[in-house]
């Protein structure tokens, strides 16, 4: 049995790829923060509700279309998903509302992207901590009765 079979771990590995993926894309602001016009971007936040749809979806128990409020069932790995849906775990950039905008057009805010850096390093941090004392809970389980 492999970990990303348990829901929790599956779910963890998505916030973790998530806080990575956002590490990333404010990185780049940071790195364009001189590149005229350049506007800053971020993900949408993890959401609950849209890890358990991208869960679902992934296991094939189905799906509901964004926008048009039906629903999809995705029976078999090999079905293609809607143009419109996500894969499980992608997170797409987004952009994001400017606070100031310099005389060149460009609106990244480098103590706001700071900010921001801080809290996906917090989280991510918590979202390890997390995992290692799931991990724990599951050596624990195992042991035999006795030993350690």
């Known amino acids: ?31 364009n923060a001189d590149t005229p016009g350049y506007a800053p971007r971020d993900l949408k ?24 409020g039906s ?6 790995p090999g079905h293609m998903l809607p143009p419109h849906a ?17 005389l060149d057009g460009n609106s990244v805010v480098l103590e706001e992207e700071m900010l921001k850096m801080g809290q996906a390093r917090m989280d991510y941090d918590a979202a390890i901590g997390f995992y290692q004392k799931s991990l724990n809970l599951i050596r624990l389980a195992v042991r035999a009765p006795g030993h350690g």
């Not at 991208?54 to 509901?64: R, W």
């Not at 629903?71 to 078999?76: E, G, I, L, Q």
């Not at 797409?92 to 606070?99: A, E, F, H, L, M």
Request: hydrophobic letters at 40%; charged letters at 15%; aromatic letters at 6%.
């Open 86 to 102: 996500h894969k499980a775990g992608a997170a797409k950039p987004v952009p994001t509302k400017d606070s100031e905008t310099t």
């Open 71 to 76: 629903s999809m069932a995705v029976t078999s």
């Open 1 to 31: 049995m492999d970990l990303s079979d348990i829901p929790l771990f599956s779910m963890l590995r998505g916030r973790l790829s998530y806080l990575s993926d956002r590490q990333k894309v404010i990185a780049e602001n940071v790195a």
């Open 45 to 68: 936040p993890f959401s609950f509700q849209a890890q358990m749809q991208a869960q679902g979806a992934s296991q094939g128990l189905g799906m509901t279309a964004a926008g048009g």
